[in-house]
């Protein structure tokens, strides 16, 4: 289904990135939107801009989303290894959740003593 994908990947700016290159700041996109003589460039540019309010994290989740809908070896890989990347994400979310519970906990009792 061709559905604006943008709310599968809102909570990917949740995480903290130490990576240098989730900035936008070095995208290889020219400034000036090539001519309609050059329909392959254009469509490029065309492709950069619709894309532009994206980290590089959420432009490559995009992709391989894309990706793994294709029906052949590549997409179906593609597919294992995302839904293996999602479990992995939740539960390192849960884990981060239960430890936050557990120090909260532990300074709560601290106050009760």
Do not use: H
């Not at 990917?12 to 900035?23: F, L």
């Not at 992709?63 to 809908?69: F, G, I, N, Q, T």
């Not at 884990?95 to 909260?104: P, Q, S, T």
């Amino acid at each position: 289904d061709d559905d604006d994908d943008t709310s599968r990947y809102e909570d990917d700016d949740e995480e903290s990135e130490t990576e240098s290159d989730d900035d936008n700041s070095s995208n290889n996109r020219p400034t000036v939107r090539p001519s309609i003589l050059n329909p392959v460039s254009r469509a490029k540019y065309d492709a950069w801009a619709d894309c532009n309010d994206l980290s590089r994290r959420q432009a490559r989740m995009a992709y391989v989303r894309l990706a793994s809908r294709q029906d052949n070896g590549a997409g179906r890989q593609c597919l294992v290894l995302l839904e293996q990347f999602e479990m992995a994400r939740k539960a390192k979310k849960a884990n981060a959740k239960d430890k936050a519970e557990a120090g909260a906990e532990a300074e709560d009792a601290k106050k009760a003593s």
